[in-house]
């Protein structure tokens, strides 16, 4: 069988992100080589050492050097002497808005023998995928501030919202509830405050839904999808929402479904018109970089959906059950660490 | 002893809202009637009913009455017949902007003897006090929509904040925290994205933070606030915030601490230029209206809000005693209606 080459990025960054990154690779690379892909990959010195160095985040001309791969593995970047938003605006939020990641793809789910901070709550109960708007909304940027340091200061930002947009994630969030069993689509939003905005999510789900007349579709209140995550998280299937609010409630579900070590997430741009970028949801972790504590597992979750984008879902598929069985025995392991935990799972998916 | 007495509106509402507003009445009653307090109260029809009876929300002669007011007690409004955002708007903001509620107090505690659905959570570790900023940030309404329902539709939302406004609520918060044991202060918000409105809201709490030496301070991003909900909860004693970060997390914290029935609020006016207006964060609830299924208790405890604000402390705490005992024995009691749940509270601060 003809093997088929897919050019890589890795951008590892700082704190545990190196370490992450490398587990997540281990496991990429056995899974690869038994099967007929191979990864042609280039790192990138991206994040907070770079900056420091140089006051870059992403220039230019890694930005075109990106353009060039097929798909990015992020690890995480940042480190406490970075001003807030450097990074985040200028490296991660760029290269979602630049390379069209429209689609932030977050699975929220309770893996058997996790253990959550919810009480009686089973794996059946969680089960979910936000699709979260990638490029729009709160984070544009748009905003600004008037008579800075005065009494009379005024900071304003502003939520941008197209229908092209907005319509787009939509589409993307009904086609992966048509796909899962319980073909249930909840919008999350706050039309009642945010009218505008709202208003636009609701007519663009109910425009969209014409064309998935499988797909049952209800609304909640992002408020209230809070309290129902923490008191009825069976009530969701796959979750569309805006940019901030899917930012917010994926943290949320990454703490009921067992904790940031075991997040996985896609930036996805759909059409392909540029790589799409796979990252744990959890940041650099300074406090405990170079310890060899840092979970992998939220890396290598993100390879599977790596996998899964680039047409490989029979390797994403062993990928994802090498951590179920792993996670299903951690609670009788005790203490590994980042890379002992990166070498079960890789023995899993080559075994 | 001279009785002082203290003009009341009370807005009932709908669904549920008539049945707790009469239980919260009800102890009122019972804890005025042993002090030296009357209340001289005014019922005004405001809600659903209204709107589907004259369309109108808050006419601005009504407005102008609630100004002669000292304090207002509101059940809950709406029903599934009323456009979303008419009465949110058109009533309940509109009076929180009006009457300059800058802040919408919500205390987060977890009373002994109630469920968290959080495995391993006592009354120690949920015991925090949300300031929430009520008059501007996202909830101004400032926006719009251009190109409407053409694939160019283009919708805003922008985020308006005051110097002015948000060092009143901070300059509130810090003194609610200096008045705790813990005496520490959180300012929630997601600076790393929102620059100018973080940044905004960072100068200002480092500002007053000079006035108040004695409360520490520390910063937590929005999204990470909900995961330490419900995984460290402990972490938090006063947090301040802006208005729809307020609104998320109060009902997270709403869940986490026994469930909207218990949830109490308060949209302040602290210079006393306008009436406060306290009431329940849960809504009118029409699925078990009528059927005296309502938990009270929020109301209840809004109402011992109210009399704090009122210069009433003994009465205030008599009531929350009143509640604390009740829950107390609650789960041994069995199911109780609505008016026995208020009985049982009203004879308790009586006796
Ligand atoms: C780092 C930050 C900009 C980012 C976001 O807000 O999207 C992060 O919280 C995430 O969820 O990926
Ligand atoms: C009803 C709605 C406008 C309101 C808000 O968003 O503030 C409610 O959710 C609350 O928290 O009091």
Known sequence: MASRSIRLAVIPGDGIGPEVVSEGLKVLDAVASSGDLTFERTSYDLG???????GETLPDSVLEELRGQAVILLGAVGDPGVPSGTLERGLLLR?????????????VRLYPGVATPLAGV?????????????TEGPYTGVGGVLRKDTPHEVAT?????????VERVIRYAFEVAASRPRRKLTLVHKDNVLTFAGDLYQRALKRVAAEFPQVTTDYCHVDA??????????RFDVIVTDNLFGDIITDLGAAVAGGIGLAASGNV???????????PVHGSAPDIAGQGKADPTATILSVAMLLDHVGAADAARRVER???????ERAALGARSTTQIG?????????
Chains 1, 2 share one sequence.
């Open 322 to 328: 090498a951590v179920s069985d792993d996670l299903a």
């Open 157 to 165: 930002q502003e939520s941008v919202n197209t229908a092209y947009g």
């Open 225 to 234: 999808a809070t309290m129902f995550f923490v008191s009825q998280p069976r």
């Open 122 to 134: 089973t794996p059946e109960d969680i089960d979910m995928v936000v699709v979260r708007e990638g």
């Open 95 to 107: 290269a979602r808005f630049e390379l069209d990641h429209y689609v932030n793809l977050r699975p």
């Open 343 to 351: 070498d079960a799972i890789a023995k899993r998916v080559s075994g």
């Open 269 to 279: 741009n759909p059409g392909r018109t540029a790589p799409s970028m796979f990252e």
């Open 48 to 54: 907070a050492a770079r900056w420091h160095r140089t």
